[in-house]
């Protein structure tokens, strides 16, 4: 099977702009996970999303967003980016279901930088 | 905010020797997971203890969790230059799905 895979994998913005990152799965999960890493603050989580619905959501302001398809395939946007957005951003897939916590298989990330 | 603290920091050994690491989290937990990183990529899945299981073996990999101490630790034995990376712990709390993870351990194994 195909690991999760993200794209693009590097990105440059300036501040106010906004970006949107992708996210697919691997072939037959239904819940797809986005974090966010930085030196500073380490792996946050940003939500979770299974069929389509939002399931779990993090503490990130209003401006970070996602959504899920109805094959699975997942985005995030963050409006209005500020310097403090350059991070990695992990995307993660998992069978979902009413499993707690499953075992999350990431991506290689989105590399964003905001000048 | 992270749930798991992980202690050491940062481990240098030689190859061939063990590396232990240590993570304490706050809440009750569903399970605890570890993962491997290297160098600014993916994370990779390495183990799953849930919490009512007190140890787990996988290869070279031991864990251990006490749900009691709220701690987990994890073992890497006869290290090899590969096992070069940051590994992280993640807690799933009883009534939550997200993970929540720790800072980390960056371990550097000396050829």
């Known amino acids: 099977k195909a690991g999760v895979t993200q794209t693009p994998r590097y990105l440059i913005k300036t501040r106010g702009q906004q970006v949107t990152l992708s996210c697919s799965p691997i072939?037959?999960?239904?819940?797809v996970s986005w974090y966010q890493q930085t030196p500073g603050q380490g792996l946050q989580f940003l939500f979770e999303?299974?069929?389509?619905?939002?399931?779990n959501k993090g503490n990130f302001p209003g401006r970070f967003s996602g959504r899920q398809f109805s094959n699975s395939r997942s985005e995030m946007n963050v409006s209005t980016l500020e310097l403090g957005d350059s991070a990695l951003y992990l995307c993660?897939?998992?069978?979902?279901?009413?499993?707690?916590?499953?075992?999350?298989?990431f991506g290689p990330g989105t590399r964003l930088t905001v000048l | 905010s992270q749930q798991g603290e992980e202690d050491p920091q940062a481990l240098s050994i030689q190859e061939g020797e063990n590396a232990t690491m240590n993570c304490s989290y706050k809440t009750s937990i569903n399970n605890l997971q570890w993962y491997r990183q290297n160098s600014g990529r993916g994370l990779v899945h390495l183990i799953l203890?849930?919490?009512?299981?007190r140890e787990k073996h996988s290869g070279r990999l031991r864990v251990t969790l006490d749900t009691s101490k709220k701690s987990s630790s994890l073992l890497i034995t006869a290290s090899r230059a590969a096992d070069t990376a940051s590994y992280f712990c993640a807690t799933v709390p009883s009534n939550d799905y997200k993970l929540s993870f720790g800072a980390g351990t960056t371990v550097t194994v000396r050829a």
């Open positions: 993660a897939s998992s069978p979902g279901g009413t499993s707690l916590g499953d075992e999350q298989f």
């Open positions: 999303y299974f069929s389509e619905t939002q399931r």
């Open positions: 203890i849930r919490s009512n299981e």
């Open positions: 072939s037959g999960h239904r819940s």
